[in-house]
Nanobody
Framework: QVKLVESGGGLVRNGGSLRLSCVVS????????MAWFRQDSGKEREFVAG????????YYSTSASGRFTISKDNGLNTVYLQMNSLKPEDAAVYYC???????????????WGQGTQVTVSS
């Protein structure tokens, strides 16, 4: 029922930046957490960053910490991921998701977007 649509992916040079966006069709009280995940070919889906709609609590993976910033606009029902100092190992399909708890495991998020591709040149 709830739909998430990501955008902003593309090709960027090593050390460059991208800003991803995720538009949410509707927000619900029982799904107060939004998060970004990524998945490269042959690898498991990996948590990147999370944020709460209320209270503005944020949390990050070790890899993202210090380089990526998650933010949101409640009025626009949109979550953003600003990615700086990108590395080739950051290349993946990036997904946004909604969930009910502040955790990093993908099984706790039950609504997902279709993803946006990020490619980083060496």
């Amino acid at each position: 029922q709830v739909k998430l649509v990501e955008s902003g992916g593309g090709l960027v040079r090593n050390g460059g930046s991208l800003r991803l966006s995720c538009v949410v069709s509707e927000r619900t009280v029982d799904r107060p957490v939004m998060a970004w995940f990524r998945q490269d070919s042959g690898k498991e889906r990996e948590f990147v960053a999370g944020i709460t709609w209320t209270g503005d609590y944020t949390y990050y993976s070790t890899s993202a910490s210090g380089r990526f910033t998650i933010s949101k606009d409640n009025g626009l029902n949109t979550v953003y991921l600003q990615m700086n100092s990108l590395k080739p190992e950051d290349a993946a399909v990036y997904y946004c998701a909604s969930g009910g708890v502040v955790l990093k495991q993908p099984e706790y998020f039950d609504t997902w977007g279709q993803g946006t591709q990020v490619t980083v040149s060496s």
